[in-house]
T-cell receptor
Framework: KAGVTQTPRYLIKTRGQQVTLSCSPISGHRSVSWYQQTPGQGLQFLFEYFSETQRNKGNFPGRFSGRQFSNSRSEMNVSTLELGDSALYLC???????????FGDGTRLSIL | AQKVTQAQTEISVVEKEDVTLDCVYETRDTTYYLFWYKQPPSGELVFLIRRNSFDEQNEISGRYSWNFQKSTSSFNFTITASQVVDSAVYFCALSEAAGNTGKLIFGQGTTLQVKP
């Protein structure tokens, strides 16, 4: 059974640009969550989607947005990139709330 | 407020030693879920265990065991006879039932180094 797939694995952008990250969940999983991991702040929750609806949003500025498609695939977008957005962005899928979340390898975003 | 504290930032042991990773949580919910994840150097978070707040039974899975104590709000993880392959960052996480959301609140993680 294929795991959670995140693309791309690495990204280098400059300040002010925007970026879109993609996540394909495990087949049959309808819940997708996104997390940001940095050395200083650790793992922080960004959003959660279930059946194309955003169920929850973390404490991040409006520059961070996401969506989920009918096939459960999800994208997150960050606009007007800042140096502080450099991080590992992890996507996780699960069968539903409170079920174990299974994580992808992440997208490492570097802002120059 | 919801919070997970892993007071041990780094632990270093020699292979075959037993090691316990501590996790203390805070929540106002009476129904909640606790998780442990392992993050090896490759970066992917690997799910280890889930516990709900109504199940205080300890669990053993091979060399891994978990001790859940509601009285002290702790969910500690013990590795018996540690191996080099256990070297990783271990995260404890909390998910509250309120709002029917799966949002995970993570602790800061404990880096475990197992030396041969």
């Amino acid at each position: 059974k294929a795991g959670v797939t995140q693309t791309p694995r690495y990204l280098i952008k400059t300040r002010g640009q925007q970026v879109t990250l993609s996540c394909s969940p495990i087949s049959g999983h309808r819940s997708v969550s996104w997390y940001q991991q940095t050395p200083g702040q650790g793992l922080q929750f960004l959003f959660e989607y279930f059946s194309e609806t955003q169920r929850n949003k973390g404490n991040f500025p409006g520059r961070f947005s996401g969506r989920q498609f009918s096939n459960s695939r999800s994208e997150m977008n960050v606009s007007t990139l800042e140096l502080g957005d450099s991080a590992l962005y992890l996507c996780a899928s699960s069968l539903g709330p409170h079920q174990p979340q299974h994580f992808g390898d992440g997208t490492r975003l570097s802002i120059l | 407020a919801q919070k997970v504290t892993q007071a041990q930032t780094e632990i270093s042991v020699v292979e075959k030693e037993d090691v316990t990773l501590d996790c203390v949580y805070e929540t106002r919910d009476t129904t909640y879920y606790l998780f442990w994840y392992k993050q090896p150097p490759s970066g992917e978070l690997v799910f280890l265990i889930r516990r709900n707040s109504f199940d205080e039974q300890n669990e053993i899975s091979g060399r891994y065991s978990w001790n859940f104590q509601k009285s002290t709000s702790s969910f500690n993880f013990t590795i018996t006879a540690s191996q080099v392959v256990d070297s990783a960052v271990y995260f404890c996480a909390l998910s509250e039932a309120a709002g029917n959301t799966g949002k995970l609140i993570f602790g800061q993680g404990t880096t475990l180094q197992v030396k041969p």
